[in-house]
Nanobody
Framework: QVHLVESGGGFVQPGGSLRLSCSASGNSLDVFAIGWFRQAPGKEREGVACISRGDAGDGFRHYTDSVKGRFTVSRDRAKNTVYLQMNNLKPEDTGVYYC?????????????????WGQGTPVTVSS
């Protein structure tokens, strides 16, 4: 059973950057597609960015429209970590960010596909 842990959240002004990390204990992240999701206060959880399994070899990535060109999801197989680089942050990016794993292929960030979740890390974008 893999245990996912997010880190890197915090407070940042609009236009700033943060890098979130999703690390794992108990298993290799290589066999998991990883999705980044966020939940703003009073709103439903939504998919932000997803990356295919490390052993898939296809480099598939998917981004929700609101973060395209600003967020980048990447995987460091040697460090067993998946990152979400967030640039040009906006107040509407505020929320708790979760990473989640799916032990199968993906074609997007369908929330229901992901069965293993971390505890989340909060991100606040405000002036």
């Amino acid at each position: 059973q893999v245990h996912l842990v997010e880190s890197g959240g915090g407070f940042v002004q609009p236009g700033g950057s943060l890098r979130l990390s999703c690390s794992a204990s108990g298993n290799s992240l290589d066999v998991f597609a990883i999705g980044w999701f966020r939940q703003a206060p009073g709103k439903e959880r939504e998919g932000v960015a997803c990356i295919s399994r490390g052993d898939a070899g296809d480099g598939f990535r998917h981004y929700t429209d609101s973060v395209k060109g600003r967020f980048t999801v990447s995987r460091d197989r040697a460090k067993n970590t998946v990152y979400l680089q967030m640039n040009n942050l906006k107040p509407e990016d505020t929320g708790v960010y979760y990473c989640a794993g799916r032990n199968n292929t993906i074609s997007g960030c369908n929330l229901g596909w992901y069965g293993t979740w971390g505890q989340g890390t909060p991100v606040t974008v405000s002036s």
